[in-house]
């Protein structure tokens, strides 16, 4: 069975926010999450990665406890992925000062949260994109809920996702898109009337990984 069959086919998690600090700190960070995409790139293709970043916020409802994501919809207008579903993030400038003040500066400017609202649970290995990014997903609980501010620029709408449908294998899909001459696969997930798929869906296929491994 492959390691996609095999996480289809995994059951779910549903952990307290205490537990995912646990589980990121007790895992290496140098371990990349798969791409299933890369294994469909021609070995002449040398690409020149770029540094980004993405914030993972997690909200707790304090009526209940349940844990939420928040993810943005990128702006119809944009020339790059128009009107996809995204965590906040973007490209590391060379005057941050680490990649972790990317992902939070990047969420500043895109949904108007500071960095004083987040509390850093740690971090994923880096995800490598055919487009020449290599991305690190930033965990953070958002310890406040202060009004958002979206950057109409870049963001058209934001959504918040229970972490426990999003840690759920079999809300996934694994699809194939043919592009000749490559085949390309990515995990797509239904919420709602939101579709979760590409770059974000294999990042929480990558922080479920995480999660599961700790759990072993």
Request: glycine residues 6%; aromatic residues 10%.
């Amino acid at each position: 069975m492959s390691d996609i069959e095999a996480f289809l086919n995994a059951p779910p998690i549903d952990l307290s926010l205490d537990e995912i600090r646990a589980a990121l700190d007790s895992e290496p960070y140098a371990q990349q999450i798969h791409n299933p995409d890369e294994i469909s790139l021609p070995s002449s293709c040398n690409l020149k990665y770029r540094s980004a970043a993405v914030l993972i916020p997690i909200w707790r409802q304090p009526e209940n406890g349940e844990l939420y994501v928040l993810l943005t919809q990128r702006a119809l207008h944009m020339r790059n992925h128009p009107g996809q579903i995204a965590f906040p993030g973007g490209k590391h400038d060379p005057e941050d000062s680490s990649i972790q003040y990317t992902a939070l500066r990047e969420t500043l400017e895109e949904v108007g949260l500071s960095p004083d609202c987040f509390d850093l649970l740690g971090e994923l290995g880096e995800y490598c994109t055919t487009s020449g990014y290599c991305i690190k997903p930033i965990v953070a609980e958002m310890t406040r809920r202060s009004e958002l501010s979206l950057c109409e620029e870049e963001v058209k709408s934001v959504h918040w996702v229970p972490l426990r449908f999003l840690l759920t294998p079999q809300n996934y899909r694994f699809k194939k898109n043919k592009l000749n001459p490559l085949s390309l696969g990515f995990f797509e997930i239904d919420y709602q009337d939101i579709r979760i798929w590409g770059v974000t869906a294999g990042i929480l296929y990558g922080l479920y990984q995480t999660l599961a491994r700790h759990l072993r």
